[in-house]
């Protein structure tokens, strides 16, 4: 069946670092990729998304690459903010069950001023 | 505005009781999700619906029931037979198989 791999957490970064999460991807076919964000007592945002390889999805100056050769989807970030902190999900949809999604485990990060 | 609606946000519940959550989406969206969230853990799956009257067990539905009598409305019953009830339950909504999920705010369940 489909998985997704996410990086563990969780990460603390300091006001204007960088930011990468890892996400690697299992599936048949071909999914579309997402990131989600979800900030204490919330439900999930989408942040980001890319339907085929070599997307790039951006929103918000995060960014992430379908990169098929390499089944991953790593979201990336130049200068993170407070405000970022949160849980991050990778997940995909549109592999071997097309009516489902398959979520990472999530990764919190958080950024200190 | 569009979105998906749940409620209560916040529910108790004494051991042995059934518990209903609400579930409203007004996207005309074919396909709803019930989720589990666990403290610091990911999302699992507990049913899921992609047209009215029909629903698929998704990897955790046992001590859980739901009904689709309505494309906007997907309720969750969480019978006593679920061993340990208290979690955050998300609710999803999808127009297709290849598009984003849009989620609701969440209703924490506490079961005394």
């Known amino acids: 069946g489909d998985s997704v791999t996410q990086m563990e957490g969780p990460v603390t970064l300091s006001e204007e670092a960088f930011l990468t999460i890892n996400c690697t991807y299992t599936?048949?076919?071909?999914?579309?990729l997402f990131w989600y964000v979800q900030y204490p007592g919330e439900g999930l945002q989408l942040l980001l998304k890319?339907?085929?390889?070599?997307d790039k999805g951006s929103n918000k100056g995060f960014e992430a690459t379908y990169r098929k050769e390499t089944t991953s989807f790593h979201l990336e970030k130049g200068s993170v903010q407070v405000s970022d902190s949160a849980v991050y999900f990778c997940?995909?949809?549109?592999?071997?069950?097309?009516?489902?999604?398959?979520f990472g485990d999530g990764t919190t990060l958080t950024v200190k001023p | 505005d569009g979105g998906i609606t749940q409620s209560p946000k916040y529910l108790f519940r004494k051991e042995g009781q059934n518990v209903t959550l609400s579930c409203e989406q007004n996207?005309?969206?074919?396909?709803m999700y019930w989720y589990r969230q666990d403290p610091g853990q990911g999302l699992r799956l507990i049913y899921y619906?992609?047209?009215?009257?029909?629903?698929q067990k998704g990897d955790i539905a046992e001590g859980y029931s739901v009904s689709r009598e309505k494309k906007e409305s997907f309720p969750l019953t969480v019978t006593s037979a679920q061993k340990n009830p208290t979690a955050f339950y998300l609710c999803?909504?999808?127009?297709?198989?290849?598009?984003?999920?849009?989620f609701g705010p969440g209703t924490r369940l506490t079961v005394l």
């Open positions: 999803a909504s999808t127009p297709s198989s290849y598009n984003e999920q849009f």
């Open positions: 599936a048949t076919g071909y999914p579309s």
């Open positions: 890319a339907t085929k390889a070599d």
């Open positions: 997940a995909l949809r549109g592999g071997t069950n097309a009516g489902k999604s398959t």
């Open positions: 996207l005309n969206h074919d396909a």
């Open positions: 619906s992609q047209i009215v009257n029909d629903f």
